[in-house]
């Protein structure tokens, strides 16, 4: 049966934006009689009635060729075309259409990518990671409106259940055992008994994959709502073991992890990835950071977790203000904020402190201040300077006046005629 109400229902909930490109490729489509689908992860999320902001379309037919054609009518749209993959990608303010041809894929061996090659919709839709990842939407022809579900993937939808299309599916892309723990806390799927064994009997082919598809994979997981509930099902799988040998995951980091969460409302990425380093040796963190292929910043983070773990034996004692700013301000902030999500009690109150007044806290003379007051330029003016901070931090001083006070003392000049 015919539901052209579910076209109706994607165009409205697309950004309003995105709606006139994806009016242009469909009305010119319809026009020429091309075969055109919404697929993947829209397609899933229009039939759960949860918003959609990825639009994949694919065609069968000459994908970049239609997308060149559309974008040349649309002022504001520009088209990116990848010809190797036979994909395009209409990019305009705050939307993304992408449409490809398409296509069939090999995998030579595990870990690869894939090789491909022009095929059917079935073909498209037989390469997917899960059946409910494997509908399509048709937007063309005498099907318009209706759903093409080979695979089962509605009643999986409605069962919540996760599964994979054919038994090899995970050793071709054990990335997919990554992406189906994250549908977990998100949709409330679960994998199906079958799925869950390929999973238990697969899971070491993650180690065959590439740093840069794991960093990929593992930030969109730290990028979801409550990254510790699907790390927790990927320690349970074997799967973190698997990307390397020192990542482990329990309950007591997933705690710290809830704390990061409420701490910073949208923790970043690299704040998590410092915490999930946070047990590690050293060399395991430098060892991590390298497998996950992390970015500059992030290996600072990573390399960084160790290091501030040793300090929680000293920022739990009575440590002054200053001394804690001495400690601390090394510290890359994503590590400092892990610190202040998982150390002991008073360490994670110091590093809060640290994090939200003192890192700040200036002292009310700048080095403008001092020369005025007749210091010499020099090294003196900056170690003045510092000295003036500890001061306000530890409440040695508590007015521009106990400053001048205290910088006429240690640079030696003689009181002021106020004074
Ligand atoms: N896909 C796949 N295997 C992968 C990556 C992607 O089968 N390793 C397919 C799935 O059909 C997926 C679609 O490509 O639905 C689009 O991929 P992506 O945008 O990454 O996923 P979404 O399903 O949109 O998931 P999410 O909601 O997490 O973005």
């Keep these: 049966m015919a539901r052209p109400n579910l076209i109706d229902k994607l165009k409205k ?19 020429e009689s091309l075969p055109l689908y ?51 990608t209409l990019k305009g303010s705050g939307f993304r259409l992408d449409v490809a041809t398409a296509r069939a894929e090999t995998y030579d061996r595990p870990g690869a990518l894939p090789s491909v090659s022009p095929g059917s919709l079935h073909d498209d839709l037989l390469r997917r990671d899960f059946t409910v990842n494997a509908m399509a939407l048709s937007l063309t022809g005498d099907r318009a409106g209706s759903i093409i579900d080979p695979f089962g993937g509605k009643a999986d939808l409605d069962a919540k259940l996760l599964r994979v299309l054919h038994e090899a599916s995970f050793r071709d892309d054990a990335t997919r055992i990554l992406r189906g723990a994250r549908y977990g ?4 799927f679960r994998f199906e008994a079958k799925t869950l064994h390929w999973i238990e009997r697969d899971v070491g082919f993650l180690e065959s994959i590439s740093g ?33 040998r020192a990542l482990s995951f329990d309950g007591r980091r997933a705690e ?61 004692g009575r440590v002054k203000p200053s001394r804690t700013v001495e400690l601390l301000s090394p510290f890359p902030l994503p590590t400092t904020w892990a610190l202040a999500a998982s150390g002991q009690e008073r360490a994670r109150r110091q590093a809060l ?20 007051m007749g210091a010499k330029p020099g090294p003196r003016l900056g170690e003045v300077l510092r000295h003036l901070k500890a001061a306000k931090l530890d409440s040695e001083v508590r007015s521009r006046g106990d400053e001048e006070r205290m910088a ?9 005629r106020r004074e």
């Design 13 to 31: 909930a697309l950004p309003a934006s995105a709606q006139p490109p994806l009016d242009a490729i469909h009305r010119r489509a319809r026009a």
């Design 38 to 88: 919404l697929v993947g992860g829209a397609v899933r999320d229009l039939l759960l009635g949860r918003p959609t902001l990825d639009v994949d379309l694919t065609l069968e037919g000459d994908a970049p060729a239609l997308a060149r054609r559309v974008a040349a009518g649309l002022p504001h749209v520009r088209c990116v075309v990848h010809s190797a993959f036979g994909t395009a």
């Design 185 to 188: 806390p998100r949709l409330g």
């Design 212 to 244: 840069p598809r794991l960093r990929e994979e593992l930030t969109r997981t730290l990028r979801e709502p409550e990254p510790q509930r699907i790390l927790l099902r990927l320690q349970e799988l074997g799967a973190l073991r698997a990307i390397h």
């Design 256 to 316: 710290a992890f809830e704390t990061l969460n409420r701490l910073l409302r949208e923790p970043s990425s690299t704040a998590y990835l410092a915490l999930m380093a946070w047990d590690l040796s050293l060399q395991e963190a430098a060892a991590l950071a390298a497998r996950l292929a992390l970015n500059r910043r992030q290996t600072e983070a990573v390399r960084a977790a160790p290091v501030a773990r040793e300090l929680e034996r000293e920022l739990s």
């Design 353 to 372: 402190r640290y994090l939200r007044r003192w890192r700040s806290l200036k002292p009310a003379l700048d080095g403008h201040a001092l020369l005025a």
């Design 408 to 416: 006429r003392r240690l640079l030696g000049l003689s009181s002021d």
